[in-house]
């Protein structure tokens, strides 16, 4: 059984200045990993922008939907690439969109989204989102605060198989099974010729908050952070778990990696 405390979690303080000098991507969440109290503050964008003068490519993967990613893609300083809906769209600064995922959604019928949706709404007396109207490939529930690791696993029963229920810090998403963040950060960065092979052997770092972040942990073990709030999740990532760990909450946490970077003197520098 994995314990449910940090203990077993790095201080972001010992990720290794040799892997920091190699970093090109920083890849990140955005609710509660971007964010404090649900906006952007402006410490984000300013890290956004001096990562982007230090040559860092920043991407955002998000389950937000793709008309708010498209908006963030286009609007915030420093953002190269966004990636929404837990990695099944994804567009460039420009706004130029790429749909990620398609086969995995051609298995799925927006129908059967819809009524696995509506079958939680029922068990659980949950409301949409308010953003779920402008969804392409997902439907997406409020996360009531006491909704806990053991109502998570019964939504998994109660969506058709070809479904898959992710919990966000704040949302549940009903999408299709077997293409989340993963999948598609590492084609996302196969477009900038990044990722050639497993995400592991790419430069890039990610940092996330909770459960809809479990996949990019697992497949970045030694280059993933979690900020401090990551540990009110820890027991529905099980082992996949970030591999260090920010002393400051949401935003702040994201600042508090984006500097360690910066205070590194990059491989190209030396």
Not at 15 to 31: E, G, K, N, Y
Not at 212 to 234: E, I, K
């Amino acid at each position: 059984m994995v314990s449910p405390n940090a203990d077993d979690i790095l201080p972001l303080a010992c990720m290794p200045d040799a892997f920091l000098r190699t970093v090109r991507v920083v890849a990140a969440d955005i609710d509660d990993t971007i964010t404090l109290g649900g906006k952007i503050p402006a410490e984000t964008p300013t890290a956004f922008a001096a990562l982007e003068a230090r040559g860092v490519l920043v991407v955002l993967v998000t389950g937000r939907p793709a008309g708010w990613v498209q908006a963030l893609a286009n609007y915030l300083p420093g953002v190269a690439l966004a990636i929404g809906e837990n990695g099944m769209v994804m567009f460039e600064a420009s706004g130029a969109r790429r749909d990620l995922g398609v086969e995995a959604r051609a298995t799925v019928a927006p129908a059967i989204l819809e009524q696995g949706a509506e079958r939680l709404r029922v068990r659980f007396g949950l409301n949409s989102t308010g953003d779920d109207a402008f969804r392409l490939f997902e439907r997406t529930l409020e996360r009531p605060a006491d909704f806990g690791q053991d109502a998570v696993v019964e939504c998994q029963t109660l969506v058709d198989p070809s479904c898959e229920v992710l919990a966000s810090s704040i949302h549940l998403h009903v999408r299709p099974r077997g293409w989340g963040k993963a999948e598609g950060l590492r084609a996302a960065l196969a477009t900038r010729d990044l990722c050639p092979g497993k995400l592991a052997d790419a430069p890039v770092v990610f940092i996330g908050d909770s459960a809809n972040d479990r996949s990019l942990f697992g497949a970045l073990p030694d280059a993933s952070v979690g900020v401090r709030n990551v540990t009110r999740f820890l027991s529905e990532l099980g082992g996949d778990r970030p591999r260090y760990i920010t002393d400051g909450e949401g935003a702040a946490g994201f600042v508090e990696l984006a500097g360690r970077i910066l205070a590194v003197p990059s491989a190209a520098a030396r």
